[in-house]
């Protein structure tokens, strides 16, 4: 079943992905900002940024532009003001088409679940958009409590493996008060 833009506005609205702004949240997206800070600073997409969370853990200085694609407008109203440019774009990640914008670091944290053949459509991002130094991909840890997650994880850490991209660092984060974790791939292109 697919869920429509005014669904997810309905569950941003009742405080349904509150949870994604909280604490034990946060440190998977310090851990993004660091590489986007000392591997590819510039312009950040952020698919399913929502909030825009990242944003706090980005020293100004490593973001030139950042711009912001998700479903829910309801969750877009609380982007921050940035000393930087800020794009909002209101739609499926599936939906975006970045043209040729100049774009550094694609992210793409805990979102990827909810699009079909995952990596190809990264790719295509990243080839459209062209110049991309950095991608980096967080999908929920393999947990014993969460066998569907798990499984959805694998499914999309394979297709990635299937595009051959240079694997720079990969993290596992774990949050021991709530049993829950996050593997981070950072893949690091020459640009150069």
Not at 57 to 81: L, T
Not at 123 to 132: M, P, S
Not at 134 to 159: C, D, F, M, T, Y
Request: hydrophobic fraction near 40%; charged fraction near 20%.
């Amino acid at each position: 079943m697919k869920v429509t833009n005014q669904q997810w506005d309905a569950e941003y609205a009742s405080g349904r992905w509150d949870f994604l702004s909280a604490r034990h949240e946060q440190t998977r997206l310090a851990v993004v900002a660091s590489f986007i800070a000392n591997y590819a600073p510039g312009c950040v997409l952020d698919l399913g940024g929502g909030r825009g969370d990242l944003l706090r853990w980005c020293p100004p200085a490593s973001v030139s532009r950042y711009i912001d694609v998700d479903v829910s407008q309801v969750a877009m109203a609380d982007v921050p003001e940035q000393p930087f440019p800020v794009e909002k774009h209101v739609m499926s990640l599936a939906d975006y088409r970045p043209g040729a914008t100049g774009i550094d670091c694609i992210v793409a944290s805990e979102v990827l679940y909810f699009v079909d053949d995952a990596a190809s459509h990264i790719d295509a991002i990243a080839r459209e958009a062209g110049g991309v130094t950095g991608i980096v991909i967080s999908l929920v840890a393999a947990n014993r409590k969460k066998p569907n997650w798990e499984k959805a994880s694998g499914r999309i850490w394979s297709q990635f493996d299937d595009l051959g991209w240079p694997l720079h660092q990969s993290v596992h984060v774990h949050n021991h008060s709530n049993d829950a974790g996050w593997d981070l791939r950072f893949y690091l292109f020459d640009r150069d």
